[in-house]
């Protein structure tokens, strides 16, 4: 009896210990599937983001291969079939009024019919999407009210017989850089206006004003290079170029009108040219970072709100022999010293009280 119950035991003992075993078994080949799982998604995963980062890798490598190579544009002789034209018996020669061609690089003729070209005609290009380059011959002296406005226009190649540019011009064309030769002599409102490409900016001699909004909303402008032959910067000139940091007026401007410099938040200094004895209403309104600016000792006026919103300006000397100041208004931030005295926003009033008193 006692050997049928150790019988009985043992086996019940192995029957436990095989069943152990069992979901050991199990607990090990599922801890193996797993693992095989995780290491195929992780393996999966590797290849999926070598397969991404060759892509990208390719795409990058094709866009730059795409921008090393892209032809430079061929300039044909635009037939005269793509113009409309009109006789002008004062000037001589023929108006070119309408373009009607497609494409991108075009020298305009000479003469169409055995008449000169002498001039590009009001709206002549405008909205001409397609025309990225334009070569005028010689012959041609004007361009019209808003000739190539509102083109895709990225260079010009300009005649010696050029003398005229007449209003907006090249408005919101996309030049980065243009230069002004010096045979320009007449130069009308808004002729750059709103060319939100247009990072530098050459104007050779001959050119004695900017005219109302020349560059205005030129966002991307930061680089002007004017000639001593200027005397005169028009209302709005640079009004609201953004990108603007410094610039530097040649001395012989003698007159600055009013906001012509405003908007231009990201100037940080400005030089007043020796000759300008007047500074404007708002001529710095709004210029946020303006921290500067340097007045010689021929400033004799500065008109109210010149510096309204210059809220980062920090410092103004003024000259002992200033006639007027006007109000500075939100300039928080400023100190003015004027004959060895500092004010600032608690006693702006007492400034101009002591401005008036040394010139009565």
Do not use: W
Request: net charge negative; proline share 4%; hydrophobic share 35%.
């Amino acid at each position: 009896m006692k050997k049928r119950i150790l019988s009985i035991m043992i086996v019940a003992a192995l029957a436990v210990s095989m069943t152990a075993c069992g979901a050991a078994s199990d607990e090990t080949a599922a801890e193996s599937d797993a693992a095989a799982t995780a290491s195929t998604t992780e393996k999966a995963d590797e290849e999926k983001e070598e397969t991404t980062t060759e892509k990208t890798t390719a795409e990058e490598t094709e866009a730059e291969t795409t921008a090393e190579t892209e032809p430079e544009l061929v300039m044909i002789d635009a037939p005269a079939a793509d113009f409309e034209y009109q006789y002008d018996a004062a000037l001589g020669g023929l108006i070119i009024t309408d373009y009607n061609g497609s494409d991108p690089a075009i020298r305009v003729p000479a003469e169409i019919d055995g008449d000169p070209v002498v001039k590009i005609g009001e709206k002549a290009f405008t909205s001409n999407y397609s025309i990225k380059k334009v070569e005028l011959p010689e012959g041609i002296t004007a361009i019209g009210k808003c000739g190539f406005k509102e083109c895709s226009l990225e260079e010009i190649i300009l005649p010696k017989s050029l003398t005229t540019l007449e209003v907006g011009a090249f408005i919101h064309c996309a030049f980065k850089e243009f230069t002004l030769p010096d045979t320009v002599t007449e130069l009308d409102e808004h002729v750059f206006f709103d060319c939100d490409a247009l990072e530098t900016v050459t104007i050779q001699a001959n050119i004695t004003e900017l005219p109302v909004d020349t560059f205005g909303y030129c966002d991307a402008l930061t680089t002007v290079n004017l000639p001593d032959s200027v005397t005169t910067i028009k209302r709005n000139a640079f009004s609201n170029c953004k990108a603007l940091t410094t610039i530097t007026l040649p001395d012989s401007v003698e007159t600055i009108e009013a906001r012509a410099f405003d908007g231009c938040t990201n100037l940080t200094e400005f030089t007043v040219p020796k000759n300008t004895t007047d500074i404007p209403d708002c001529m710095f309104e709004n210029c946020t970072n303006l921290k500067k600016v340097t007045l010689h000792d021929n400033v004799k006026k500065i008109s109210g709100d010149t510096f309204s919103g210059c809220t980062n300006l920090r410092e103004l000397i003024l000259p002992d022999n200033i006639e007027r100041v006007g109000a500075f208004y939100n300039c928080d931030a400023l100190t003015v010293t004027y004959r060895g005295q500092q004010y600032n926003y608690t006693n702006f009033n007492e400034l101009s009280d002591a401005v008036y008193a040394n010139n009565s």
